[in-house]
T-cell receptor, first 114, second 115 residues
Framework: GAGVSQSPRYKVAKRGQDVALRCDPISGHVSLFWYQQALGQGPEFLTYFQNEAQLDKSGLPSDRFFAERPEGSVSTLKIQRTQQEDSAVYLC????????????FGPGTRLTVL | KNQVEQSPQSLIILEGKNCTLQCNYTVSPFSNLRWYKQDTGRGPVSLTIMTFSENTKSNGRYTATLDADTKQSSLHITASQLSDSASYICVVSPRGDNAGNMLTFGGGTRLMVKP
C-alpha cells in the first residue's frame, strides 16, 4: 500500500479482555514505532523495531503490553487484561531507515476499554 | 528530561485570518524540529522540517521559524481555511544514530477555523 495502515480502526473491549492491534508499515521501511496518544495530548513513545529486532521497549507502560514484528514487516501490539486507563489511540509509524528520518504515521486504532 | 511545550493549547480563529503557534523545547543536543498536522481521526502528517542551521521554512500557507539559540519555533498559518482545523504537533529530534526512537512530541495546539 501507499501508506501505513492499521487495524482495526476502532476497538471496544471489556475490562480484562486481551486485544491485538495490527500495523502494516510502508513496504521496505526498516524502522517501526508504536505510540500511545491520549485524548488532547501528543503521542507518547511505546516501543521501536529495527527490522524484526525490538531495540527499545522502554515506553511500554506495564508487562501487560507486548509488541512483536517477527518477519520485519507487519507488527502487532498486544495488550493483556485491558484496563480503563489503556483507553487511547495507538499510533504506528514507520521510517525508511534507522536513525533520524521522517516517520510516516498510520491512522491509529482507537481503543476504548469499558 | 527533554521537553517540548506548545502554546496555546487551543485556538479558534475566523476563516481567512492568520495565526501563529508556538513551540519551546529543551532537547539538547538538537538535530531537527518538525511540525506535524493531525486531522481528527488521522495520524500526524509532516508539514515542515528544520535543522539547527535553518531559520525559516515554508510549505504553502504554512511558514515555520526556528531560533536554535532560544530553543523556540513557531508555525505561522496565513489566510486560514476551514481545512486547517486540526491539531498541530511540534516534534524535536535529538542528535544521534538512534534518534528515531528518541523523538520528543509536544502536546499539540488544537486549531479550529470557523466560517
Amino acid at each position: 500500500g501507499a501508506g501505513v495502515s492499521q487495524s482495526p480502526r476502532y476497538k471496544v473491549a471489556k475490562r480484562g479482555q486481551d486485544v491485538a492491534l495490527r500495523c502494516d508499515p510502508i513496504s521496505g521501511h526498516v524502522s517501526l514505532f508504536w505510540y500511545q496518544q491520549a485524548l488532547g495530548q501528543g503521542p507518547e513513545f511505546l516501543t521501536y523495531f529495527q527490522n524484526e529486532a525490538q531495540l527499545d521497549k522502554s515506553g511500554l507502560p506495564s508487562d501487560r503490553f507486548f509488541a512483536e514484528r517477527p518477519e520485519g514487516s507487519v507488527s502487532t501490539l498486544k495488550i493483556q487484561r485491558t484496563q480503563q486507563e489503556d483507553s487511547a489511540v495507538y499510533l504506528c509509524a514507520s521510517s525508511l531507515t534507522a536513525g533520524d528520518n521522517e516517520q510516516f504515521f498510520g491512522p491509529g486504532t482507537r481503543l476504548t476499554v469499558l | 528530561k527533554n521537553q517540548v511545550e506548545q502554546s496555546p493549547q487551543s485556538l479558534i480563529i475566523l476563516e481567512g485570518k492568520n495565526c501563529t503557534l508556538q513551540c519551546n523545547y529543551t532537547v539538547s543536543p538538537f538535530s531537527n524540529l518538525r511540525w506535524y498536522k493531525q486531522d481528527t481521526g488521522r495520524g500526524p502528517v509532516s508539514l515542515t522540517i528544520m535543522t539547527f542551521s535553518e531559520n525559516t521554512k515554508s510549505n504553502g500557507r504554512y511558514t515555520a521559524t526556528l531560533d536554535a539559540d532560544t530553543k523556540q519555533s513557531s508555525l505561522h498559518i496565513t489566510a486560514s481555511q476551514l481545512s486547517d482545523s486540526a491539531s498541530y504537533i511540534c516534534v524535536v529530534s535529538p542528535r544521534g544514530d538512534n534518534a528515531g526512537n528518541m523523538l520528543t512530541f509536544g502536546g499539540g495546539t488544537r486549531l479550529m477555523v470557523k466560517p
